[in-house]
């Protein structure tokens, strides 16, 4: 979760010299975009593991120069961020779900700002909500009722369940690796944050195809839409504009073209805007 934006033109020397160790130029602060970020907390996820707090002490380091991209599916290096600090922030007020002070990485990252990633920095700074996902390694695992290795001994107390009132999950300890971190805006679990995997590449690939798809079924609805309340746009331009947007964008773009084609056209009603197949459509629109 992108938790603050910087501004700008009061970035401390110490900061811009810790940005200037990633860079290959040297950056001045308005070339420099950057944010704070939660990159990960020891509360209990929705697989019922947690990251123990020296878990996140070491990955803390771990993290610090690795790069981080927004999407998933955005390969231009443009739409990625580098993480140039980070700390480990205790909130002793609020519990995690086993009792836990809530503790988390704070995590600062930079953009070198260009035109192309304008729409993004923009997105940030209106504060629309990412959920941050992280690809680690760890190479302990144990039970968090009586204290087995579960790779090493086992035990057989289960995840998720209860024993003597004390739900039972798996602490997540020595990282080893931290791989990558990234921005996804698609997962719909309550919970969805962090990814802890001990396949980091295929639960990444698992994300970014999550997020593709998502994407493409975005941009089909547009284009579905678009053919009732903008007949004089041609598909393959705006195709293509499509392409370049990200998924909040193309969130927006699709409410926009619904209520269009639902208050414009009651006609198009008929067709459903989420569910028309191609070819009904296009006989529709045929003039
Ligand atoms: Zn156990």
Same mark, same amino acid.
Request: charged fraction near 30%; aromatic fraction near 0%; proline fraction near 3%.
């Given at each position: 979760m992108i938790t603050e934006k910087e501004?700008?033109?009061?970035?401390p020397d110490e900061e811009l010299e810790l940005i200037g160790k990633f860079a290959r130029k040297k950056l001045e602060n308005d070339e420099l975009y950057t944010f704070s970020l939660i990159?990960?907390?020891?509360e209990i996820d929705r697989d019922n593991e947690k990251f123990t707090i020296q878990a996140l002490n070491t990955l803390a380091k771990l993290f610090v120069g690795k790069t981080g991209i927004f999407?998933?599916?955005?390969?231009?290096? +443009?739409q990625s961020a580098r993480i140039y600090a980070a700390e480990v922030v205790t909130d002793s007020i609020r519990k995690t779900? +086993? %009792?836990?002070?809530y503790t988390y990485i704070k995590a600062k990252a930079y953009m070198v700002r260009t035109e192309k990633n304008k729409d993004l920095i923009a997105e940030i700074d209106a504060g629309i909500k990412k959920e941050t996902s992280v690809g680690c390694c760890v190479s302990d695992i144990s039970c968090?009722?009586? %204290?087995?290795?579960?790779?090493t001994e086992g035990c057989e107390h289960q995840k998720g369940k209860t024993y003597g009132g004390k739900l039972c999950c798996y602490l997540l300890s020595e990282p080893t690796d931290a791989y990558e971190w990234s921005f996804v805006a698609v997962p719909a679990q309550k919970n969805a944050g962090v990814i802890k995997s001990f396949n980091p590449m295929h639960e990444t690939e698992k994300l970014a195809d999550m997020a593709r798809e998502y994407q493409s079924e975005l941009q089909s609805e547009i284009l579905r839409c678009a053919a009732g309340?903008?007949?004089?746009?041609k598909s393959a331009a705006l195709e293509e504009i499509c392409g370049s947007l990200s998924i909040g964008m193309l969130r927006e773009m699709r409410d926009a073209f619904r209520k269009s084609a639902q208050k414009n056209l009651p006609v198009v009603r008929q067709l459903d805007c989420g569910g028309a197949d191609e070819e009904s459509e296009n006989s529709e629109y045929k003039i």
């Open positions: 501004n700008i033109n009061q970035l990159l990960c907390d020891n999407d998933h599916n955005m390969k231009s290096k +443009d779900a +086993d %009792g836990e002070d968090s009722i009586c %204290g087995r290795n579960i790779k309340v903008l007949p004089e746009m």
